[in-house]
C-alpha cells in the first residue's frame, strides 16, 4: 500500500451545483480516482473529466471565479490556501455558486 498524497486508490469527490450538471451527464457528484494532493490538482482532474464544468469555474488566467466558491470537507479554500489547499483522503469538495439579487 503506498503512503502519502492520495494515491493507493484514496478518492476526492467534487460536489456541483445543478447548474454545472448540464456539463457532467447531469451527475452533481464526481469521483476523482486519481492521485490529488491539493485543490489546484483536483480541479485539473475534473477538467480531464469534464471541461466544460471546469471553465464554468476557473477563468482564463486559472483563477477560481469570483462568484465560485469551493469548500473541502466544509472548509471554504479561500480563507486557507487558496488552489494550494490539501485535500485529504476521501475527501469531498464542494463547488457553490454565489447568488446576488438586486
Known amino acids: 500500500m503506498r503512503k502519502g498524497g492520495n494515491g493507493g486508490g484514496s478518492l476526492i469527490t467534487v460536489e456541483l451545483p445543478n447548474a454545472l450538471c448540464s456539463y457532467t451527464e447531469q451527475n452533481p457528484s464526481l469521483v476523482l480516482d486519481?492521485?490529488?494532493?491539493?485543490?489546484?490538482?483536483?480541479?485539473?482532474?475534473?477538467g480531464r473529466?469534464?471541461?466544460?464544468?471546469?471553465?464554468?469555474?476557473m477563468d482564463e488566467r486559472g483563477?477560481?471565479?469570483?462568484?465560485?466558491?469551493?469548500?473541502v470537507n466544509g472548509e471554504n479554500?479561500?480563507?486557507?490556501?487558496?488552489?494550494?489547499?490539501?485535500?485529504?483522503n476521501g475527501a469531498?469538495?464542494?463547488?457553490l455558486a454565489a447568488v446576488s439579487g438586486g
Do not use: W
Open 49 to 57: 473529466k469534464s471541461p466544460g464544468a471546469l471553465d464554468r469555474i
Open 34 to 46: 486519481e492521485p490529488c494532493k491539493t485543490v489546484g490538482d483536483a480541479l485539473a482532474a475534473l
Open 77 to 88: 479554500v479561500r480563507f486557507l490556501d487558496g488552489l494550494s489547499t490539501a485535500v485529504p
Open 63 to 71: 483563477d477560481v471565479r469570483r462568484h465560485v466558491n469551493l469548500f
Open 92 to 95: 469531498t469538495i464542494f463547488v
